[in-house]
Nanobody, 122 residues
């Protein structure tokens, strides 16, 4: 199965930087894309950034120009470099992976990590 483990969360001051990482362990699955998402208290989960195996990245408007998503296809890791952090960036950040099952039935599903807390203080 596909397992995702996030790390790198913590407490930072507004304007500071933080880098998150996610390691994917998969057997009998092929990951086609990975992404980062976040959920603040009382709010819906939102997609922060995604990246395909080909390196095509997309960002939410709220983080564009401040966050960078990076992918290592060989190691199956994805990182989120966060700069110029704002208080509103405070949330639990989740890593995701879109994966196709190699064995039959070859279904495609999205898998999620357990999340890591990012807190930005003013």
């Amino acid at each position: 199965q596909v397992q995702l483990v996030e790390s790198g969360g913590g407490l930072v001051q507004a304007g500071g930087s933080l880098s998150l990482s996610c390691a994917a362990s998969e057997r009998s699955f092929s990951i086609t894309a990975m992404g980062w998402h976040r959920q603040a208290p009382g709010k819906q989960r939102e997609t922060v950034a995604t990246i395909t195996n080909g390196g095509i990245a997309n960002y939410a408007d709220s983080v564009k120009g401040r966050f960078t998503i990076r992918r290592d296809n060989v190691k199956n890791t994805v990182a989120l470099e966060m700069n110029s952090l704002k208080v509103e960036d405070t949330a639990v950040y989740y890593c995701s992976a879109e994966a196709v099952r190699l064995a039959f039935p070859r279904t495609r599903n999205t898998y999620w990590g357990q999340g890591t807390q990012v807190t930005v203080s003013s």
